[in-house]
């Protein structure tokens, strides 16, 4: 088996369309495909036509994906969530920028702070319940 590459899918709330408008503006994310389920032709009730089934975005180098047609989390699971979008940025001031701009109605859960490794350090949940881990090296 060969993994050709690994891609975090989020499932913003029912609402990536403004989420990708906040990952657009706090992470610098060009949106390259999307479809909604009326393009996909699926039989939705009018509200839900505008809603989207699958979006990619770049950042950077990654792909981040996301669909307002979350799965239902599976019975009983509590606590924190398994999976955090660990970003990588260029330095401490474009961490801090991309971390109040993910906090705007959400949550800071770590603010920025220096590390054992010479990096910095923040975690944010955004306003439509995606985790986000943003880190940048400051020293060699």
């Known amino acids: 088996m060969s993994v050709k590459q690994l891609n975090p899918y989020v499932f913003p709330n029912g609402d990536a369309a403004d989420a990708i408008a906040l990952y657009e503006s706090a992470l610098g994310a060009k ?63 474009e961490l801090q920028r991309c971390l109040d701009a993910l906090a705007a109605g959400g949550s800071v859960l770590m603010p920025a702070h220096d590390t054992f490794y010479g990096g910095r350090l923040a975690a944010v949940v955004d306003r439509y319940g995606v985790h986000w881990l943003l880190n940048c090296m400051i020293k060699a």
Request: overall charge negative.
């Open 31 to 93: 949106l390259e495909s999307k479809i909604t389920c009326a393009e996909a032709g699926m039989d939705v009730p009018p509200e839900r036509r505008d809603k989207l089934v699958h979006a990619e975005l770049r950042i950077g180098h990654g792909l981040l994906m996301l669909s307002d047609m979350g799965l239902p989390r599976a019975a009983g699971v509590q606590g924190p969530p398994s999976v955090q979008v660990a970003v990588d940025v260029g330095g401490a001031d």
